[in-house]
């Protein structure tokens, strides 16, 4: 089995739940003839054609013998490459609540783009504040999704006084 094959099984295993997942979201009066569950099981059924497909490619594609000992040196890079963005991502959770969300979304952009070849530059500072605002305009602002404001407004009162 190789990792396309893996990935493909997660995928199904990952469509199965959010299908049933979706199979459970209650009809109200104002449901349509789609329902609200409708394009969640959608999505549900397209990721697991998807996940077959590629688990499909996997298993009929042969892998040459020399390639073999690349494919696992490129496996542990991959490991490793995806254990430091799940780093990225618990340091984002444990810092939110200090940081507040837009000044840890604007660090977790900076760090990932560094993480993944980027340079600290002004441009990348940039592009972290101003990715940060979008997110939290889209998130705060257009569909009303309260993120921590972190310690901020305490501190701001605490300058008041």
Do not use: C
């Amino acid at each position: 089995m190789n990792r396309d094959f893996i990935a493909g099984f997660l995928g199904l295993l990952l469509a199965m739940g959010y299908y049933a997942m979706a199979m459970n979201i209650q009809n109200s009066q104002l449901a349509d003839d789609v329902g609200p569950g409708g394009l969640p099981k959608i999505y549900g059924l397209l990721l697991a054609g998807f996940s077959l497909l590629l688990m499909l490619r996997a298993r009929f594609r042969p892998e040459p013998v020399d390639s073999k000992q690349r494919a696992v040196a490129e496996e542990i890079f991959a490991a490793k490459r995806g254990l430091g963005i799940l780093l990225i991502g618990v340091s984002y959770i444990l810092a939110v609540p200090y940081l507040g969300y837009p000044l840890a979304i604007a660090v977790v952009i900076a760090v990932a783009a560094l993480y993944n070849g980027g340079t600290l530059s002004l441009r990348m500072a940039g592009i972290a504040v101003l990715g940060a605002f979008g997110l939290w305009f889209v998130f705060v602002f257009l569909l009303h999704i309260g993120q921590p404001a972190g310690i901020w407004p305490d501190l701001i009162e605490g300058l008041r006084r």
